[in-house]
């Protein structure tokens, strides 16, 4: 597996740019592309890449914020590709960044077969050979926020009750949705915010592992911090001490 990679950020201005509400550029985060598989220009790959892309944009009002597509009859000039929204974003904001992603990610790798991208809202990728309904951890992207926090045992028993609650939601999730989010009091003034998210075609045990897989990492990168999150293309964890998705109303009292 390859080393992680890590970056640190400064967490009150991705707070702001992830939680506005007005049309906005999505917020890109990282491309993984090996280039060590690529295609020849105008060959049929090329072809059915963009056909497939451009299927990928227009699905983006899914109601789950999933959809797969394969253009394509004979190897090697198959494409299958995939976008994944972030489980708590609206339909238009989904359909904003999957736009996005599918004009960018060709000009950030140009000419490889093989590619994930990761926005805030969403994540895309395609390859030449299938990726459906196969848990890949080959990527591990790792984003730190450098804020240390007080009472870091505390925090950190804290930590990983929550994630290991949203673990267990996101991958038992049956509402079409591999997603789950959590709050926990950690003081009278901070509350820690966790999320977990799968693609919605891997099965229960197969989310359940690659969301452990990504939480493992946060000890080595983030003990002690306010934030981490943990990309892989098939699977996403992050908690961070300010709220970066959307609160879910509280039910209707039954009074």
């Known amino acids: 597996m390859k080393s992680p990679i890590t970056i640190m950020f400064l967490p009150i201005l991705i707070c702001l740019l992830s939680l506005t509400t007005t049309k906005a550029t999505p917020t890109y985060l990282y491309t993984e592309c090996p280039n060590t598989t690529t295609y020849t220009p105008n060959s049929p790959y090329q072809s059915n890449l963009n056909t497939l892309l451009s299927v990928l944009s227009s699905k983006s009002t899914s109601i789950n914020g ?6 394509g009859l004979k190897p090697p000039d198959i494409a299958y590709g995939l976008f994944l929204c972030r ?10 960044c999957v736009a996005t992603a599918t004009k960018e990610i060709v000009q950030n790798c140009p000419n490889s077969k093989v590619v994930t991208t990761w926005y805030d809202e969403c994540m895309l990728r395609y390859s030449n050979k299938s990726i459906f309904s196969i848990s890949d951890q080959s990527v591990r992207y790792i984003l730190v926020n450098t804020e240390n926090i007080k009472d870091p045992k505390r925090f950190t028993n804290l930590l990983g009750k929550v994630m290991d609650d949203v ?7 049956v509402s079409g949705k591999k997603f789950a989010t959590r709050e ?11 999320l977990a998210q799968c693609t919605p075609d891997l099965t229960t045990s ?7 897989d990504a939480i493992s990492s946060f000890p080595d990168c983030c003990d002690g911090r306010r934030g ?3 990309l892989f293309p ?8 300010y709220p970066f998705y959307a609160i879910p109303a509280p039910p209707p009292s039954s009074g």
């Open 234 to 241: 098939s699977c996403n964890v992050r908690y961070e001490t």
């Open 87 to 96: 489980g708590d974003v609206s339909t238009q904001t989904c359909q904003d």
């Open 228 to 230: 981490g999150r943990v």
């Open 66 to 71: 999933f959809y797969n597509y394969t253009v």
């Open 184 to 194: 926990a009091d950690f003081s009278a003034l901070q509350t820690l915010y966790g």
């Open 206 to 212: 197969d989310c359940n592992t690659c969301l452990r």
């Open 167 to 173: 673990a267990t939601r996101a991958s038992n999730s």
